[in-house]
């Protein structure tokens, strides 16, 4: 079987925080590293094409109108990482993250209805909720960020927005957040650059990016979604 494989987004999709290329979320969903995972092995998308589309730092508005225009054909599976760049602007204001929740919402509508437009009603769209590096705590030691304690509740009101957009277009969701849960700064130092930290359930690095370890995870909530889909 071959298909096209599009990954738009953040950098939760992307190679450089994990490892280098091949490394990231959306690169070991294409084709995983057996000799990390091994136990993942056969578990991948062999003879599809990948088309790597997310960017570091982007903001549902990039995706909207950066990313989506280079969809020029129909892919067969599509992964979408957005809104938590948006939050992290808006970071230790609530006001201001109320006005992002709702902004995310509003675009997000555009991303996902313009989406299933190029993509058609069969084609498999898995949207992924944020997750939260404080563990629902609002503070990440070594981070230089001062704690905001409402944090972790506009995590929330985030990801209730984006479920609420996959099931409005007959999306996929991914559930990163409950996943990812514990693995931040209760699991050690989220604020670490390491990529491949000896400590396998620290899923962070730099804060908000996924490690090699975080990588492989948010590739396996996509892949159960895809799995429960049937």
Same mark, same amino acid.
């Given at each position: 079987m071959t298909g096209l494989y599009v990954a738009l987004g953040d950098s939760m999709s992307i190679d450089d925080y994990a490892g280098g290329p091949g490394?990231?979320?959306a690169s070991l969903l294409h084709r995983n590293q057996d000799r990390d995972f091994a136990d993942w092995a056969g578990r991948d998308l062999p003879g599809?094409?990948?088309?790597?589309?997310?960017?570091?730092?982007?903001?549902v508005a990039d995706v909207l109108d950066r990313q989506l225009p280079q969809l020029t054909e129909a892919p067969d599976l599509v992964t979408v990482t957005m809104g938590g760049n948006d939050l992290m602007g808006a970071y230790g204001d609530d006001r201001a993250?109320?006005?992002?929740v709702g902004r995310v919402a509003a675009q997000g509508e555009g991303v996902l209805s313009r989406l299933r437009a190029v993509a058609g009603p069969s084609c498999p769209i898995v949207?992924?909720?944020?997750?939260d590096p404080s563990d629902g705590t609002g503070e990440v030691g070594g981070s230089g960020l001062p704690p905001w304690p409402g944090g972790p509740? =506009?995590? !929330?009101?985030l990801n209730t927005e984006l479920a609420a957009l996959a099931a409005r277009h007959c999306a996929l969701l991914a559930d990163v957040h409950a996943r990812f849960h514990?693995?931040?700064?209760t699991a050690g130092d989220a604020a670490c650059s390491q990529?491949?930290?000896?400590g396998r359930d620290l899923w962070f690095c730099g804060v908000i990016e996924p490690n090699a370890w975080g990588a492989h995870e948010i590739r396996a909530a996509? =892949?159960? !979604?895809?799995q429960r889909r049937g």
């Open positions: 490394r990231g979320a599809w094409t990948l088309r790597l589309l997310a960017r570091d730092g982007a903001v993250a109320a006005a992002v949207v992924t909720t944020v997750y509740r =506009w995590v !929330a009101a514990g693995h931040g700064v990529a491949r930290p000896d996509w =892949w159960e !979604a895809l």
